[in-house]
């Protein structure tokens, strides 16, 4: 008799825990989170050239960010050709989250998506996706992931395109000879994205940061070219890839979409625009994607304006980072 009274009894029970748990799920997806994400190369472990590491911290500092993809979290080795250069060394990464009074994760696998990387973040840090290439992030009671990314340098097509000596890659004349050649030199690596991002489906809101070593599609076009800036139209396939097979926003541009007016070169503030052995481009990003995701504002941060919106100095990397304000 015990056993047929148990269902009737704490029928009502379990259909008040049920209707409570639906009633929290949906108040979970109509909550509005505020977030500030960053992506920033902070170059060689953040100590080169003799700098302490108080000076990229006051970066992300200034910048008021929350989850931060950080790239080279360890230096180069005294020996770095272009197609050949392993990090070596202790990251920074624990000091920088202490700096801080942040959480940490350092993304220790080995694999082509992966160059020194980890992820700080003001919030708990849980499970890491199967290729070390996310984190799920709870921000009260609502799932995020942060993913972060450092593709090969190697070969550049922008050098390429412009006969500018980078190890042994030969120079290219077309658009369509650097498409190929990017795809086949980050393919690999996207292709571990997608799989890590298929964990990501059900989140709330997903952010992918990363130093990709390779310009925008968005900002290599017609406009450009007629402006000076590039020598001619790329539809490079990273980026293009990160939004069109991940379904993501490129938010620098989602709220600057001239790429004459607000070039937002990220690469690099150690050389002259004029200089004729490099060329300035935008090659760190910030994409994301929520079913209501509102860019705030979105702000270069550098050592000086008008290459900067937030300014920092002294600026301790050769990248400048990207900084993004969203609503979700």
């Not at 790239?71 to 920074?92: H, K, L, M, W, Y």
């Not at 990464?93 to 993304?107: H, M, P, S, T, V």
């Not at 030969?170 to 980050?186: D, G, V």
């Not at 620098?252 to 503030?269: G, N």
Request: glycine share 6%; net charge negative.
């Amino acid at each position: 008799m015990t056993k047929h009274l148990i269902a009737p009894l704490f029928a009502p029970f379990l259909a008040m825990a049920l209707a409570a748990g639906l009633a929290s799920a949906s108040r979970a997806q109509d909550r509005v989170s505020e977030l500030t994400v960053m992506s920033f190369n902070v170059w060689g472990g953040g100590g080169n050239e003799e700098k302490d590491v108080s000076e990229t911290a006051n970066v992300i500092r200034k910048a008021g960010a929350d989850v931060i993809g950080i790239q080279e979290t360890r230096p180069e080795p005294d020996v770095c050709d272009a197609d050949d250069c392993v990090p070596t060394g202790p990251s920074i990464a624990r000091d920088l989250a202490k700096a801080l009074g942040f959480f940490y994760y350092e993304q220790t696998k080995s694999n082509p998506a992966l160059w020194a990387n980890a992820i700080l973040s003001r919030y708990p840090i849980g499970k890491a996706t199967d290729n070390d290439l996310g984190v799920k992030i709870d921000i009260d009671g609502r799932t995020v992931y942060a993913f972060n990314i450092h593709l090969t340098d190697y070969p550049y097509q922008p050098y390429q395109l412009l006969g500018i000596d980078y190890g042994p890659a030969p120079f290219l004349k077309t658009a369509e000879e650097a498409i190929a050649t990017a795809a086949k030199a980050r393919g690999p690596a996207l292709d571990l994205v997608m799989k890590d991002m298929k964990q990501a489906e059900e989140a709330d809101a997903v952010f992918l940061f990363g130093d990709f070593n390779e310009p925008s599609y968005r900002d290599w076009t017609d406009t450009a070219v007629k402006a000076g800036r590039h020598p001619l139209p790329v539809r490079y396939p990273s980026a293009l890839r990160i939004e069109e097979q991940a379904g993501m926003i490129d938010l620098l541009r989602s709220v600057y979409p001239d790429e004459v007016a607000k070039p937002a070169f990220t690469w690099t503030p150690t050389t002259a625009a004029t200089d004729k052995d490099d060329h300035h481009d935008r090659i760190d990003f910030v994409f994301g994607r929520s079913a209501k995701l509102e860019t705030l504002s979105v702000s270069v941060v550098g050592e000086k304006s008008p290459e900067a919106d937030i300014v920092v100095t002294p600026w301790p990397s050769d990248h400048r980072a990207v900084v993004a304000k969203v609503r979700f």
